[in-house]
Protein backbone atom coordinates (compact mmCIF):
# COMPACT_ATOMS: atom_id res chain seq x y z
CA UNK A 1 0.00 0.00 0.00
CA UNK A 2 1.71 3.83 -0.50
CA UNK A 3 3.28 5.35 1.90
CA UNK A 4 0.82 7.99 2.58
CA UNK A 5 2.31 11.94 4.74
CA UNK A 6 0.01 13.04 7.17
CA UNK A 7 -1.62 9.46 8.15
CA UNK A 8 -4.34 9.18 10.69
CA UNK A 9 -2.49 7.68 13.49
CA UNK A 10 -4.60 6.32 16.16
CA UNK A 11 -3.52 7.40 19.63
CA UNK A 12 -1.65 4.65 21.94
CA UNK A 13 -3.82 4.44 24.71
CA UNK A 14 -4.17 1.59 26.77
CA UNK A 15 -1.90 -1.54 27.13
CA UNK A 16 0.25 -2.87 24.73
CA UNK A 17 1.22 -6.50 24.52
CA UNK A 18 4.37 -7.70 23.72
CA UNK A 19 4.89 -11.39 22.16
CA UNK A 20 7.66 -12.78 22.26
CA UNK A 21 7.95 -16.29 20.53
CA UNK A 22 11.16 -17.56 22.45
CA UNK A 23 11.93 -16.23 26.11
CA UNK A 24 16.00 -16.91 25.73
CA UNK A 25 18.93 -14.61 26.36
CA UNK A 26 17.36 -11.92 24.34
CA UNK A 27 13.72 -12.39 25.10
CA UNK A 28 14.65 -11.46 28.94
CA UNK A 29 16.93 -9.25 28.87
CA UNK A 30 14.32 -6.75 26.80
CA UNK A 31 12.35 -7.53 29.68
CA UNK A 32 14.05 -7.22 32.52
CA UNK A 33 15.92 -4.39 31.15
CA UNK A 34 12.36 -2.78 30.42
CA UNK A 35 11.15 -3.47 33.85
CA UNK A 36 14.47 -1.72 35.58
CA UNK A 37 13.89 1.42 33.48
CA UNK A 38 10.68 1.59 34.35
CA UNK A 39 11.74 1.38 37.89
CA UNK A 40 14.28 4.22 37.40
CA UNK A 41 17.16 1.64 37.97
CA UNK A 42 18.62 2.56 34.71
CA UNK A 43 18.24 4.11 31.69
CA UNK A 44 17.31 2.75 27.63
CA UNK A 45 20.88 3.14 26.19
CA UNK A 46 20.60 1.82 23.15
CA UNK A 47 17.52 2.22 22.15
CA UNK A 48 16.85 5.05 19.16
CA UNK A 49 12.91 5.12 20.28
CA UNK A 50 13.69 6.15 23.97
CA UNK A 51 17.13 8.13 23.34
CA UNK A 52 16.77 9.51 20.27
CA UNK A 53 15.71 12.75 18.83
CA UNK A 54 14.32 13.96 15.39
CA UNK A 55 15.52 17.46 13.81
CA UNK A 56 11.94 19.00 12.49
CA UNK A 57 12.16 22.28 9.86
CA UNK A 58 15.47 24.14 9.32
CA UNK A 59 18.16 24.01 11.54
CA UNK A 60 17.43 27.61 12.78
CA UNK A 61 14.12 26.68 13.71
CA UNK A 62 15.51 24.54 16.80
CA UNK A 63 12.78 21.85 16.99
CA UNK A 64 14.25 18.77 18.22
CA UNK A 65 12.09 16.64 19.68
CA UNK A 66 12.53 13.14 20.96
CA UNK A 67 11.23 10.56 18.80
CA UNK A 68 9.26 8.80 20.98
CA UNK A 69 6.90 11.94 21.91
CA UNK A 70 7.23 13.76 18.59
CA UNK A 71 5.62 10.22 16.81
CA UNK A 72 3.70 9.21 19.51
CA UNK A 73 4.76 6.00 20.84
CA UNK A 74 3.34 3.80 23.55
CA UNK A 75 5.47 4.43 26.56
CA UNK A 76 6.83 1.86 28.36
CA UNK A 77 4.06 1.74 31.21
CA UNK A 78 2.04 0.79 28.70
CA UNK A 79 3.71 -2.77 27.70
CA UNK A 80 2.80 -6.14 29.19
CA UNK A 81 5.13 -8.78 28.02
CA UNK A 82 3.88 -12.38 27.14
CA UNK A 83 5.38 -15.48 25.17
CA UNK A 84 6.09 -18.80 24.66
CA UNK A 85 9.23 -21.26 25.16
CA UNK A 86 10.44 -24.80 25.16
CA UNK A 87 11.24 -24.70 28.51
CA UNK A 88 9.16 -23.77 31.82
CA UNK A 89 11.59 -21.49 32.96
CA UNK A 90 9.93 -17.94 34.32
CA UNK A 91 11.54 -15.03 33.04
CA UNK A 92 13.65 -14.20 36.30
CA UNK A 93 14.91 -18.12 35.99
CA UNK A 94 15.59 -17.87 32.64
CA UNK A 95 16.97 -14.14 32.40
CA UNK A 96 19.37 -15.93 34.92
CA UNK A 97 20.44 -18.72 33.48
CA UNK A 98 20.59 -16.52 30.45
CA UNK A 99 23.85 -15.06 32.28
CA UNK A 100 23.33 -11.79 30.48
CA UNK A 101 22.34 -9.54 33.69
CA UNK A 102 23.72 -9.22 37.13
CA UNK A 103 21.98 -11.00 39.87
CA UNK A 104 21.93 -7.94 42.27
CA UNK A 105 19.48 -6.31 39.43
CA UNK A 106 17.42 -9.52 38.48
CA UNK A 107 16.85 -9.43 42.29
CA UNK A 108 15.19 -6.25 42.16
CA UNK A 109 13.05 -7.50 39.68
CA UNK A 110 12.54 -10.70 40.74
CA UNK A 111 8.79 -10.50 41.38
CA UNK A 112 7.71 -8.98 38.22
CA UNK A 113 9.71 -11.52 36.62
CA UNK A 114 8.53 -14.45 38.19
CA UNK A 115 4.96 -13.21 37.45
CA UNK A 116 5.88 -14.09 33.57
CA UNK A 117 5.80 -17.29 32.78
CA UNK A 118 6.30 -18.86 29.06
CA UNK A 119 3.00 -21.03 27.52
CA UNK A 120 4.04 -23.98 25.66
CA UNK A 121 6.17 -23.45 22.39
CA UNK A 122 4.96 -25.15 19.61
CA UNK A 123 7.92 -27.03 18.72
CA UNK A 124 9.72 -29.47 16.00
CA UNK A 125 13.56 -31.12 16.81
CA UNK A 126 14.35 -31.33 13.41
CA UNK A 127 14.58 -27.18 12.90
CA UNK A 128 16.86 -26.73 15.86
CA UNK A 129 19.01 -29.52 16.37
CA UNK A 130 20.87 -28.44 19.26
CA UNK A 131 17.69 -27.55 21.38
CA UNK A 132 15.50 -30.26 23.73
CA UNK A 133 12.91 -28.86 25.74
CA UNK A 134 9.75 -30.70 26.72
CA UNK A 135 7.57 -27.32 27.53
CA UNK A 136 5.77 -28.03 24.55
CA UNK A 137 2.05 -28.65 23.11
CA UNK A 138 1.03 -32.34 23.17
CA UNK A 139 0.97 -33.50 19.10
CA UNK A 140 -1.30 -32.45 17.20
CA UNK A 141 -1.19 -30.94 13.78
CA UNK A 142 0.38 -28.04 12.39
CA UNK A 143 -3.37 -26.45 11.70
CA UNK A 144 -4.74 -27.00 15.28
CA UNK A 145 -0.98 -25.53 16.53
CA UNK A 146 -1.76 -22.49 14.80
CA UNK A 147 -5.21 -22.70 16.64
CA UNK A 148 -3.90 -23.62 19.89
CA UNK A 149 -1.31 -20.40 19.34
CA UNK A 150 -4.81 -17.95 18.84
CA UNK A 151 -6.11 -19.24 21.86
CA UNK A 152 -3.22 -18.37 23.73
CA UNK A 153 -2.78 -14.96 22.62
CA UNK A 154 -6.72 -14.63 22.80
CA UNK A 155 -5.69 -15.61 26.82
CA UNK A 156 -3.06 -13.36 27.04
CA UNK A 157 -4.83 -10.33 25.99
CA UNK A 158 -7.84 -11.09 28.14
CA UNK A 159 -6.22 -11.64 31.35
CA UNK A 160 -3.66 -9.09 30.65
CA UNK A 161 -6.41 -6.16 29.53
CA UNK A 162 -4.28 -5.46 26.04
CA UNK A 163 -5.76 -3.21 23.80
CA UNK A 164 -2.89 -4.12 21.13
CA UNK A 165 -0.82 -6.64 20.69
CA UNK A 166 2.60 -6.99 18.48
CA UNK A 167 5.09 -9.81 18.45
CA UNK A 168 9.01 -10.04 17.91
CA UNK A 169 10.18 -13.72 17.26
CA UNK A 170 13.58 -13.55 19.61
CA UNK A 171 13.02 -17.57 19.52
CA UNK A 172 16.75 -19.88 18.42
CA UNK A 173 17.44 -19.75 14.60
CA UNK A 174 16.23 -22.55 12.82
CA UNK A 175 17.66 -24.51 9.84
CA UNK A 176 18.30 -22.82 6.65
CA UNK A 177 15.44 -23.77 4.19
CA UNK A 178 13.93 -21.84 0.89
CA UNK A 179 10.46 -21.86 0.52
CA UNK A 180 8.66 -24.59 -1.24
CA UNK A 181 5.47 -24.57 -2.97
CA UNK A 182 3.41 -24.51 0.38
CA UNK A 183 4.61 -21.16 1.17
CA UNK A 184 3.44 -19.84 -2.44
CA UNK A 185 0.21 -18.75 -1.29
CA UNK A 186 -2.07 -18.72 1.84
CA UNK A 187 -4.59 -21.13 0.02
CA UNK A 188 -1.40 -23.45 -0.10
CA UNK A 189 0.38 -22.66 3.24
CA UNK A 190 -3.26 -23.52 4.94
CA UNK A 191 -3.58 -26.67 3.51
CA UNK A 192 0.25 -27.78 4.58
CA UNK A 193 -0.64 -26.59 8.01
CA UNK A 194 -3.89 -28.90 7.96
CA UNK A 195 -1.94 -31.74 6.22
CA UNK A 196 1.04 -31.00 8.59
CA UNK A 197 3.88 -30.46 5.83
CA UNK A 198 6.96 -30.79 7.23
CA UNK A 199 8.13 -27.70 4.80
CA UNK A 200 6.48 -25.05 7.06
CA UNK A 201 8.87 -24.42 10.36
CA UNK A 202 7.24 -23.29 13.68
CA UNK A 203 8.70 -19.88 13.37
CA UNK A 204 6.13 -19.88 10.11
CA UNK A 205 3.27 -21.61 12.40
CA UNK A 206 3.59 -18.26 15.18
CA UNK A 207 3.74 -15.98 12.21
CA UNK A 208 0.66 -17.22 10.98
CA UNK A 209 -1.39 -17.05 13.84
CA UNK A 210 -0.50 -13.96 14.51
CA UNK A 211 -0.91 -12.51 11.20
CA UNK A 212 -4.34 -13.77 11.13
CA UNK A 213 -5.37 -12.12 14.26
CA UNK A 214 -3.94 -8.84 12.71
CA UNK A 215 -0.39 -8.50 14.99
CA UNK A 216 2.23 -6.84 13.59
CA UNK A 217 4.97 -9.45 13.39
CA UNK A 218 8.94 -9.01 13.59
CA UNK A 219 11.34 -12.08 12.72
CA UNK A 220 14.56 -11.37 15.16
CA UNK A 221 16.24 -14.47 13.56
CA UNK A 222 17.98 -15.26 9.94
CA UNK A 223 15.78 -18.23 9.45
CA UNK A 224 12.87 -18.26 6.50
CA UNK A 225 9.54 -16.53 8.06
CA UNK A 226 7.99 -13.67 7.04
CA UNK A 227 10.15 -13.67 3.59
CA UNK A 228 7.41 -16.33 1.96
CA UNK A 229 4.93 -15.44 -0.47
CA UNK A 230 2.19 -16.95 2.15
CA UNK A 231 2.66 -14.51 4.50
CA UNK A 232 3.57 -11.76 2.84
CA UNK A 233 0.29 -12.10 1.00
CA UNK A 234 -1.15 -12.27 4.46
CA UNK A 235 0.29 -9.76 5.81
CA UNK A 236 -1.04 -7.21 3.24
CA UNK A 237 -4.30 -8.82 2.87
CA UNK A 238 -5.01 -8.71 6.74
CA UNK A 239 -3.68 -4.93 6.86
CA UNK A 240 -0.55 -6.13 9.13
CA UNK A 241 2.98 -4.40 9.14
CA UNK A 242 5.48 -6.81 9.31
CA UNK A 243 9.36 -6.21 9.48
CA UNK A 244 12.77 -8.76 9.41
CA UNK A 245 15.47 -10.52 9.29
CA UNK A 246 18.13 -11.31 12.03
CA UNK A 247 19.04 -8.22 14.06
CA UNK A 248 21.38 -6.19 13.52
CA UNK A 249 23.61 -6.38 16.28
CA UNK A 250 27.49 -7.27 16.42
CA UNK A 251 29.95 -7.90 14.09
CA UNK A 252 27.36 -6.69 10.96
CA UNK A 253 26.57 -3.73 12.76
CA UNK A 254 30.27 -2.97 13.01
CA UNK A 255 29.91 -3.75 8.94
CA UNK A 256 27.31 -1.96 8.28
CA UNK A 257 29.25 1.27 10.18
CA UNK A 258 32.74 1.21 8.35
CA UNK A 259 31.85 -0.40 4.87
CA UNK A 260 29.97 2.84 3.94
CA UNK A 261 32.63 4.75 5.35
CA UNK A 262 35.58 2.98 2.91
CA UNK A 263 32.86 3.20 0.24
CA UNK A 264 32.42 7.24 1.08
CA UNK A 265 36.41 7.48 0.95
CA UNK A 266 36.23 5.09 -2.13
CA UNK A 267 38.98 2.95 -0.69
CA UNK A 268 39.24 -0.54 -2.22
CA UNK A 269 38.62 -3.72 -0.40
CA UNK A 270 40.37 -6.99 -1.13
CA UNK A 271 39.08 -9.15 1.99
CA UNK A 272 37.24 -9.21 5.05
CA UNK A 273 37.69 -12.31 7.65
CA UNK A 274 34.82 -12.04 10.41
CA UNK A 275 35.17 -14.15 13.15
CA UNK A 276 33.13 -15.04 16.42
CA UNK A 277 33.84 -16.77 19.43
CA UNK A 278 30.55 -16.91 21.56
CA UNK A 279 29.45 -19.63 24.26
CA UNK A 280 25.52 -18.79 24.78
CA UNK A 281 22.62 -20.95 23.62
CA UNK A 282 22.04 -19.01 20.58
CA UNK A 283 25.89 -20.12 20.00
CA UNK A 284 25.26 -23.65 20.77
CA UNK A 285 22.30 -23.79 18.15
CA UNK A 286 24.77 -22.19 15.41
CA UNK A 287 27.01 -24.84 15.99
CA UNK A 288 24.68 -27.21 13.75
CA UNK A 289 25.96 -26.47 10.51
CA UNK A 290 21.90 -26.41 9.18
CA UNK A 291 21.85 -23.65 11.67
CA UNK A 292 24.78 -21.54 10.71
CA UNK A 293 24.06 -21.89 7.12
CA UNK A 294 21.12 -19.86 7.66
CA UNK A 295 22.97 -16.99 9.94
CA UNK A 296 25.98 -16.97 7.49
CA UNK A 297 23.85 -16.01 4.54
CA UNK A 298 22.11 -13.37 6.53
CA UNK A 299 25.59 -12.11 7.62
CA UNK A 300 27.12 -12.75 3.87
CA UNK A 301 25.06 -10.27 2.25
CA UNK A 302 26.00 -7.55 4.00
CA UNK A 303 28.35 -6.36 2.14
CA UNK A 304 27.42 -6.49 -1.83
CA UNK A 305 24.97 -3.64 -1.60
CA UNK A 306 27.29 -1.19 0.05
CA UNK A 307 30.11 -2.06 -1.74
CA UNK A 308 27.97 -2.38 -5.66
CA UNK A 309 30.74 -4.20 -6.95
CA UNK A 310 29.44 -4.26 -10.59
CA UNK A 311 29.74 -0.81 -9.82
CA UNK A 312 32.96 -0.68 -8.76
CA UNK A 313 34.73 -3.49 -9.90
CA UNK A 314 38.01 -1.82 -9.33
CA UNK A 315 37.55 -1.46 -5.70
CA UNK A 316 35.11 -4.40 -4.74
CA UNK A 317 35.00 -6.51 -8.06
CA UNK A 318 36.87 -9.28 -5.67
CA UNK A 319 36.91 -9.55 -2.41
CA UNK A 320 36.92 -12.29 -0.36
CA UNK A 321 33.83 -12.39 2.92
CA UNK A 322 34.13 -15.20 5.12
CA UNK A 323 32.04 -15.51 8.39
CA UNK A 324 32.76 -17.91 11.14
CA UNK A 325 30.95 -18.09 14.21
CA UNK A 326 32.74 -21.08 16.81
CA UNK A 327 30.86 -22.43 19.63
CA UNK A 328 33.10 -21.55 23.08
CA UNK A 329 31.07 -21.94 25.78
CA UNK A 330 33.48 -19.82 28.68
CA UNK A 331 32.59 -16.50 26.55
CA UNK A 332 28.71 -17.18 28.01
CA UNK A 333 26.89 -14.15 26.26
CA UNK A 334 29.97 -12.16 25.76
CA UNK A 335 31.00 -12.56 22.43
CA UNK A 336 34.03 -11.72 20.59
CA UNK A 337 33.68 -10.57 17.44
CA UNK A 338 37.51 -10.26 15.45
CA UNK A 339 37.24 -8.39 11.92
CA UNK A 340 40.50 -8.41 9.47
CA UNK A 341 40.21 -6.13 6.76
CA UNK A 342 42.37 -5.99 3.83
CA UNK A 343 42.17 -2.75 2.16
CA UNK A 344 43.92 -0.85 -0.71
CA UNK A 345 44.30 3.20 -0.90
CA UNK A 346 46.06 5.62 -3.67
CA UNK A 347 47.66 3.27 -6.29
CA UNK A 348 46.75 0.60 -4.82
CA UNK A 349 48.73 0.31 -1.82
CA UNK A 350 47.77 -1.95 0.87
CA UNK A 351 46.45 -1.85 4.07
CA UNK A 352 45.00 -3.40 6.70
CA UNK A 353 41.98 -2.68 9.78
CA UNK A 354 41.86 -5.21 13.01
CA UNK A 355 38.86 -5.03 14.82
CA UNK A 356 37.93 -6.77 18.03
CA UNK A 357 34.87 -6.30 19.16
CA UNK A 358 34.14 -7.69 22.75
CA UNK A 359 30.59 -7.31 22.97
CA UNK A 360 27.37 -8.43 24.79
CA UNK A 361 25.01 -9.89 22.09
CA UNK A 362 22.12 -9.49 23.93
CA UNK A 363 23.04 -6.20 25.31
CA UNK A 364 22.96 -5.01 21.72
CA UNK A 365 19.82 -6.91 20.88
CA UNK A 366 17.46 -5.74 23.62
CA UNK A 367 16.89 -2.38 22.52
CA UNK A 368 16.31 -3.32 19.01
CA UNK A 369 13.20 -5.41 20.37
CA UNK A 370 11.93 -2.89 22.21
CA UNK A 371 12.06 -0.32 19.06
CA UNK A 372 11.00 -2.54 16.88
CA UNK A 373 7.71 -3.21 19.15
CA UNK A 374 7.11 0.19 19.08
CA UNK A 375 7.28 1.37 15.69
CA UNK A 376 5.19 -1.67 14.69
CA UNK A 377 2.81 -0.27 17.04
CA UNK A 378 3.18 2.77 15.47
CA UNK A 379 2.69 1.20 11.95
CA UNK A 380 -0.41 -0.75 13.20
CA UNK A 381 -2.14 2.26 14.14
CA UNK A 382 -1.33 4.32 11.15
CA UNK A 383 -3.04 1.56 8.72
CA UNK A 384 0.59 0.79 7.21
CA UNK A 385 0.84 -2.95 5.94
CA UNK A 386 3.21 -5.51 4.68
CA UNK A 387 7.35 -4.54 4.53
CA UNK A 388 8.05 -1.76 6.55
CA UNK A 389 11.48 -0.95 4.57
CA UNK A 390 11.79 2.40 6.87
CA UNK A 391 12.61 -0.20 9.62
CA UNK A 392 15.72 -1.45 7.36
CA UNK A 393 18.24 0.30 10.44
CA UNK A 394 17.24 -3.08 12.44
CA UNK A 395 18.35 -5.81 10.36
CA UNK A 396 21.27 -7.48 8.93
CA UNK A 397 19.43 -9.11 6.10
CA UNK A 398 16.24 -6.47 5.73
CA UNK A 399 13.26 -7.48 3.84
CA UNK A 400 12.75 -6.43 0.51
CA UNK A 401 10.09 -3.76 0.14
CA UNK A 402 9.25 -5.90 -3.23
CA UNK A 403 10.71 -8.05 -5.57
CA UNK A 404 13.52 -6.06 -7.66
CA UNK A 405 13.84 -3.60 -5.05
CA UNK A 406 17.22 -4.45 -3.29
CA UNK A 407 17.19 -3.64 0.50
CA UNK A 408 19.41 -0.72 1.74
CA UNK A 409 22.20 -2.01 4.14
CA UNK A 410 24.08 0.87 4.83
CA UNK A 411 23.28 2.18 8.57
CA UNK A 412 23.36 5.59 7.68
CA UNK A 413 21.25 5.58 4.59
CA UNK A 414 18.91 3.59 6.93
CA UNK A 415 18.52 5.95 9.46
CA UNK A 416 18.13 8.74 7.00
CA UNK A 417 14.63 6.74 5.73
CA UNK A 418 13.92 6.15 9.16
CA UNK A 419 13.37 9.57 10.46
CA UNK A 420 12.30 10.50 7.01
CA UNK A 421 9.14 8.57 7.26
CA UNK A 422 8.31 9.56 10.49
CA UNK A 423 8.84 12.93 9.10
CA UNK A 424 7.08 11.98 6.31
CA UNK A 425 3.80 10.43 8.00
CA UNK A 426 3.40 13.06 10.43
CA UNK A 427 3.69 15.52 7.99
CA UNK A 428 6.45 17.10 8.35
CA UNK A 429 8.98 18.03 5.33
CA UNK A 430 12.22 15.05 4.49
CA UNK A 431 15.07 16.74 5.82
CA UNK A 432 16.96 16.58 2.79
CA UNK A 433 20.26 18.19 3.56
CA UNK A 434 20.49 20.29 0.64
CA UNK A 435 20.16 23.54 2.89
CA UNK A 436 19.25 25.70 -0.01
CA UNK A 437 17.86 28.04 2.39
CA UNK A 438 20.68 29.48 4.37
CA UNK A 439 22.61 30.17 1.40
CA UNK A 440 20.41 33.57 1.06
N1 LIG B 1 21.71 -11.56 20.49
C1 LIG B 1 21.97 -11.07 19.33
O1 LIG B 1 22.78 -10.19 19.19
C2 LIG B 1 21.23 -11.59 18.13
C3 LIG B 1 21.47 -10.96 16.91
C4 LIG B 1 20.78 -11.41 15.78
C5 LIG B 1 19.88 -12.43 15.90
N2 LIG B 1 19.69 -13.04 17.08
C6 LIG B 1 18.76 -14.16 17.11
O2 LIG B 1 17.82 -13.96 18.13
C7 LIG B 1 17.36 -15.23 18.55
C8 LIG B 1 17.40 -15.29 20.07
O3 LIG B 1 18.75 -15.23 20.51
P1 LIG B 1 19.09 -15.58 22.02
O4 LIG B 1 20.51 -15.23 22.23
O5 LIG B 1 18.05 -15.05 22.90
O6 LIG B 1 18.99 -17.19 21.99
P2 LIG B 1 18.54 -18.12 23.20
O7 LIG B 1 18.92 -19.51 22.79
O8 LIG B 1 19.03 -17.61 24.50
O9 LIG B 1 16.96 -17.96 23.22
C9 LIG B 1 16.12 -18.51 22.24
C10 LIG B 1 14.95 -19.13 22.96
O10 LIG B 1 14.04 -19.58 21.98
C11 LIG B 1 13.47 -20.76 22.48
N3 LIG B 1 12.85 -21.45 21.34
C12 LIG B 1 13.42 -22.08 20.32
N4 LIG B 1 12.49 -22.56 19.47
C13 LIG B 1 11.29 -22.17 19.97
C14 LIG B 1 9.97 -22.36 19.54
N5 LIG B 1 9.68 -23.03 18.43
N6 LIG B 1 8.98 -21.81 20.28
C15 LIG B 1 9.26 -21.11 21.42
N7 LIG B 1 10.51 -20.94 21.89
C16 LIG B 1 11.51 -21.46 21.14
C17 LIG B 1 14.63 -21.48 23.12
O11 LIG B 1 14.20 -22.45 24.03
C18 LIG B 1 15.36 -20.35 23.79
O12 LIG B 1 14.95 -20.15 25.14
C19 LIG B 1 18.24 -16.27 17.86
O13 LIG B 1 17.60 -16.75 16.73
C20 LIG B 1 19.43 -15.46 17.46
O14 LIG B 1 20.13 -16.00 16.35
C21 LIG B 1 20.34 -12.64 18.21
Known amino acids: MPLESNVDIAPAQGK ?187 SQIYAYACLKRGIPYANGAPNLNLDTPALLELARRNQVPITGKDFKTGQTL ?56 ERNPDLYGDIHHVVRINYYPPRGDNKEGWDNIDIFGWLGYKMQIKVDFLCRDSILAAPLVLDLALFLDLAKRGGMSGVQEWLSFYWKSPQPVQEGVYPEHDIFIQLTKLKNTLRHLMGDDPVTHVGAEYYD
Open 254 to 309: MKTILAPGFKARMLGVEGWYSTNILGNRDGEILDDPESFKAKEMSKLGVLDTIFEP
Open 16 to 202: LGVLLPGMGAVGTTFIAGVLAIRKGLSKPIGSLTQMGTIRIGPRTDDNVPLIKDYAGLATLDDLVFGGWDVFEDDAYVAASRAGVLEGHLLEQLGEELRAIKPMKAVFEQSYVKNLHGDHVKPEMSKWDQAQALDDDINRFAEDNGCDRLVAVWCGSTEVYREASAVHQSIEAFEQGLKDSAPEIAP
